[in-house]
């Protein structure tokens, strides 16, 4: 069905000439044609089963220190950057800061059409070089951050937590900084003893439901491990490696001594190291859907 549209636009094109109103009339069915185009693309890439759900986004900051940390808040930024252009919202889950509001680690509620889908690519680690600012003698140094994305809801049939797996551990709920914004105990960790996953949520009003949304959290985490595992068997089977480990970076973005930004899947890169942390991520984000 496209090819004939395509094929109708071609004449149009030849026979607008200059004639403002034909060439107006070209450019809406080229913009029409373009949407087309872009929900026929979401069909073919974003067809698993949570593709087209929401997304939970978990960001960590890893070897480096402050650094590190600095470099985890950054990653949240491009993000929130990145949701707000696709029109989609993202919703704090769970914070816990250093002293120079440094990441040591963050969970966000991504909500939107295909959020999940396009998101999951964004799994792994991603590393930074740069100049440090916590560094009096501006040495370069390389950071870690982790990215963990997760659809928001896993059916129950399709993995079950028994409830004698789980631990709970409640507290008072938490604010900016660490101080309590919550005289009762709303915040609830749970544990899950099998695998010691441990998951929070202290932005709800109640422990029911903090402790609601931590057990769907939890689902989460036990279902994309599962992927993991799968991932990692048919590799074995195809006799390669799945750069999905702590120690394997899936991008790097270099600030110096050159500016650069390079995805080490697909072989994307660009020295407009400060767009994409503003967000510009698309690029990228297609590149790994047509793996």
């Known amino acids: 069905m496209l090819s004939s549209e395509i094929a109708e636009l071609g004449e149009f094109f030849s026979l607008a000439g200059d004639d403002t109103a034909a060439l107006a009339d070209v450019e809406q069915k080229t913009a029409e044609l373009e949407r087309k185009a872009t929900k026929a693309e979401a069909a073919l890439f974003l067809s698993g089963k949570y593709d087209a759900g929401n997304a939970i986004l978990s960001v960590y900051g890893g070897a480096g220190g402050e650094d590190a940390e600095d470099w985890a808040a950054i990653l949240v930024r491009m993000y929130q950057k990145y949701i707000e252009s696709k029109g989609w919202s993202i919703t704090e889950l769970h914070r816990h800061t250093n002293d120079h509001d440094g990441i040591k680690n963050a969970t966000y509620e991504v909500r939107g059409k295909f959020a999940y889908g396009y998101l999951k690519g964004e799994r792994g680690v991603h590393r930074l070089v740069r100049i440090s600012p916590f560094d009096a003698n501006k040495r370069r140094h390389t950071s870690f951050a982790m990215v963990e994305i997760m659809p928001e809801m896993i059916d129950e049939a399709e993995l079950e937590i028994r409830p004698e797996d ?28 099998p695998t010691n996953i441990s998951v929070e949520i202290q932005t709800e009003r109640s422990q029911a439901q903090n402790k609601e949304r931590a057990l769907q959290l939890l689902r989460s985490k036990l279902y994309q491990i599962r992927q993991t595992s799968r991932l990692r068997e048919l590799d074995e089977i195809k006799g390669g490696k799945v750069a999905i480990e702590w120690g394997s970076q899936i ?11 390079k995805d080490h899947r697909t ?23 047509k793996l």
């Open 251 to 261: 991008r790097s973005y270099v600030f110096h001594p050159y500016q650069m930004v």
């Open 166 to 193: 789980i631990e709970y551990n409640f507290a008072r709920s938490s604010g900016p900084g660490g101080q309590n914004v919550n005289k009762r105990e709303t915040a609830v960790r749970i544990t899950h003893t």
């Open 267 to 289: 072989g994307v890169e660009t020295a407009q190291v400060d767009k994409v942390l503003e967000g510009e991520l698309e690029e990228f984000v297609q590149a790994e859907l």
